[in-house]
């Protein structure tokens, strides 16, 4: 590297004077640089043309086909009773449809309330004293009843209560609280107190009573708490201890085995330590294929089967232990009004009856969905949906426009002159705000009056009222179904409209609601390969948009390609620009390291002739 001397000697500024030669020797540069962010620039609008387009030929792409048009829909003659749905490209028809029997699952109940007691009675363990007095302020007036697992306070009114009295008092606030006819207060011979849970047999809720903080249960004579049927989250050691179990369950054995029932032949292991709750969930998520619950209104265990159909069932067998005869749902326990076998349903449509296993079943392309037995025929229409068809049409203009107005607004914009790209050192001297709009100045104008985008507009326009052959002739162009060219109004014409749809969308809903297959065709009709013209609309729209976006891929690449591509048009020139630059800037360092040799000569003999002087001057002195 060349030194570079400052003018000590001169006293010039050397580094000014190489700078200011230096831009004239950039200026060739400068402009070589120039036209590589033109070529950038022209590139990158190039691809975002390009993305406009693919998104216009694959919705064009989406709607080509026939079966894009044979969209259907279904109506039902009573929705109470069956209902339909219908699968894409399904043929219009008229079914009729008689429910006659509906498929059901296999059930299996308990034999009888599994709790020991037959009726939720909580009976007092002595006779009341002649005289019983409540005080709130003896925190003796208060205690909690919980009524089919709603659990709510009972608050006495203070005052001293004969047997009788207590009984009425004790009733009208339960009635209050609950609901008359839920809770029956009651008092014996030898006046003690019950609480019976009201019903019908064997359908009474649970009951049980809490004395909270207080002390009014033991003043009632009754224990600190009674309950009369199991609570599916306590163990089974603990219903067992409570005596709560119409039949006892058999505690685990002591050699440590599990206890198993089987349900459809799947093994279901417990131990007296799980809860009724446990119990069921692992039966429900096993492969079973049953669901189990408790109603502790009936008090019974309920299972059904997941599936519905004739050849479900539920068999129940215990292994080790005694759950089932516990829960009364063993084979001693079944009889007819426990156990209901599964049941095809039985339909018969057009005439023509079949046994099916669900009641959701697909039959030519129509799903029908059984809901209710009846012995009226009702009717399913599957016919074409022209409001789905409307829509896909109207979608479509609108991107057609909005493609074709980006188009036309880049092919007619023209060329703001006196703005070319930026140098780096233009860049530095300009805010982010003033170099953005200079760049869209830059850019304005580069695709104007492109080949091959004016080819692209032309076709499309021509495309408006071009003739479809083989479709009807009232229907067989676009414009004698609603959608023609924007046309030329009193305020002008712009060329951004120019070759846009202009959708009358009566005129549209008449043609489908006339022939829907005639439009269909208008739009998807194939008869030829090699001859898009023999084609419908939007085949036609589907090559030429190919063919415009493979046009612009050989210019500038793909959008999601690198960046630069040297087997395009563009990326070749850029990639040559990129040479020449490098070239130039290697040309450019020898060039000013030249003129910093020069002026460092100049200083070394200019020092060298101070340094003579200095001497002459001395010699002579």
């Not at 030929?57 to 044979?70: I, Q, T």
């Not at 207590?166 to 008092?187: C, E, I, M, R, Y």
């Not at 092919?411 to 006196?418: D, F, L, Q, V």
């Not at 052959?469 to 060329?495: D, Q």
Request: without cysteine; aromatic residues 6%.
């Amino acid at each position: 590297m060349v030194m570079r001397i400052t003018g000590m000697a001169s006293g010039m500024d050397i580094d000014s004077i190489v700078k200011d030669l230096m831009k004239a020797e950039r200026m060739p540069l400068d402009k070589i640089k120039q036209k590589k962010s033109l070529v950038e620039f022209k590139m990158d609008m190039y691809r975002e043309m390009n993305t406009k387009l693919i998104t216009l030929r694959d919705k064009v792409n989406s709607l080509r086909y026939s079966a894009s048009f044979s969209q259907t829909k279904t109506t039902s003659g009573n929705e109470a009773i069956v209902s339909a749905t219908v699968a894409p490209g399904t043929a219009a028809a008229s079914h009729n449809v008689i429910v006659e029997k509906l498929a059901k699952g296999a059930s299996r109940t308990s034999g009888g309330s599994i709790s020991s007691a037959s009726a939720p009675t909580i009976a007092g363990n002595d006779s009341l004293d002649a005289t019983t007095t409540i005080n709130g302020a003896d925190r003796n007036n208060q205690f909690f009843v919980t009524l089919n697992g709603v659990k709510r306070s009972i608050t006495l009114d203070n005052g001293d209560y004969t047997p009788a009295q207590l009984q009425q008092q004790l009733q009208t606030k339960l009635n209050q609280t609950f609901g008359a006819n839920k809770v029956s207060v009651d008092l014996d011979a030898s006046d003690q107190l019950s609480f019976t849970a009201l019903g019908s047999p064997g359908h009474e809720p649970s009951l049980s009573v809490d004395e909270g903080n207080g002390a009014l249960v033991g003043k009632l004579k009754m224990a600190d708490k009674s309950a009369t049927k199991i609570n599916p989250d306590m163990t089974l050691d603990q219903l067992n201890a409570q005596g709560l179990l119409g039949n006892a369950f058999v505690p685990d054995a002591t050699d440590g085995t599990k206890n198993e029932i089987k349900i459809n032949g799947i093994s279901i292991q417990y131990s007296s330590s799980d809860s009724l709750r446990t119990i069921m969930g692992r039966i429900n998520n096993s492969a079973a294929g049953v669901t189990a619950s408790y109603d502790s209104v009936s008090d019974k265990l309920m299972m059904t089967t997941k599936l519905t159909g004739q050849s479900q069932k539920i068999e129940v067998e215990d292994v080790k232990g005694n759950l089932a005869a516990a829960l009364k749902i063993d084979n001693a326990s079944m009889t007819s009004a426990t156990y209901s076998e599964g049941q095809d349903a039985k339909v018969t449509i057009d005439s023509v009856t079949s046994y099916r296993d669900s009641n959701s079943f697909t039959l030519d392309g129509v799903t029908y969905n059984l809901k209710k037995e009846s012995t009226e025929s009702v009717a399913i229409n599957v016919t074409q949906d022209t409001d789905a068809i409307f829509n896909s049409i109207k979608e479509f203009v609108n991107a057609y426009n909005e493609t074709v107005g980006y188009l036309n607004g880049k092919i007619s914009e023209r060329k703001a002159y006196g703005y070319n790209p930026l140098t780096a050192e233009q860049r530095e001297d300009m805010s982010d705000t003033d170099e953005a709009n200079w760049d869209k100045l830059v850019k304005q104008g580069l695709l104007h009056y492109d080949p091959t985008l004016r080819s692209a507009s032309t076709e499309l326009r021509k495309m408006l009222s071009s003739l479809v052959p083989g479709v009807s002739e009232a229907f067989n162009s676009l414009s004698k179904i609603g959608l023609s060219s924007v046309k030329y109004t009193k305020s002008g014409y712009t060329v951004e409209t120019s070759g846009m749809i202009e959708l009358d969308e009566n005129k549209l809903k008449e043609a489908l609601s006339q022939d829907p297959d005639s439009v269909m065709q208008t739009f998807t009709r194939f008869a030829s390969a090699k001859d898009s013209t023999q084609n419908g609309i939007f085949h036609q729209m589907y090559d030429k948009l190919n063919t415009t976006i493979t046009g612009l891929v050989t210019k500038a690449g793909r959008t999601s390609g690198s960046y630069v591509d040297v087997t395009t048009e563009l990326g070749l020139q850029d990639s040559k620009l990129a040479t020449q630059i490098s070239q130039w800037e290697s040309r450019l360092t020898s060039k000013e390291n030249l003129y910093y040799k020069q002026f460092s000569a100049m200083e070394k003999a200019l020092a060298n002739s101070n340094s003579q002087m200095q001497a002459l001057m001395q010699f002579s002195g």
